[in-house]
Nanobody
Framework: QVQLVESGGGLVQPGESLRLSCVAS????????MGWYRQAPGKQRELVAT???????NYADSVKGRFTVSRDNARYIVYLQMNSLKPEDTAVYYC??????????WGQGTQVTVSS
């Protein structure tokens, strides 16, 4: 079983930055995709950004140029650097990993609020 522990959420003003981190509790799996999704109140969960083990990345159009996803494969950590935050980025952010065997795992979520 894989447990994901997220950190780094909080309350910031528009234009500020935050970095989210997610640590996988196990070293028994090789992860294919690692990344982040988010869910705002009243909306469906949506992709924010993912990174493969070979370094390929995928971003939602709404965050391109502002957010950067990266991973530390040796320590099973995935990061999300969020710059130039906007009020519409307010959501619960969920860490996501997919094992090489196809298993999918989610973190408990961390709240990001962007407000003046």
């Amino acid at each position: 079983q894989v447990q994901l522990v997220e950190s780094g959420g909080g309350l910031v003003q528009p234009g500020e930055s935050l970095r989210l981190s997610c640590v996988a509790s196990t070293s028994r799996y090789w992860f294919g995709a690692m990344g982040w999704y988010r869910q705002a109140p009243g909306k469906q969960r949506e992709l924010v950004a993912t990174a493969t083990s070979t370094g390929s990345t995928n971003y939602a159009d709404s965050v391109k140029g502002r957010f950067t996803v990266s991973r530390d494969n040796a320590r099973y950590i995935v990061y999300l650097q969020m710059n130039s935050l906007k009020p519409e980025d307010t959501a619960v952010y969920y860490c996501y990993v997919k094992s090489a065997a196809g298993g999918e795992y989610w973190g408990q979520g961390t709240q990001v609020t962007v407000s003046s």
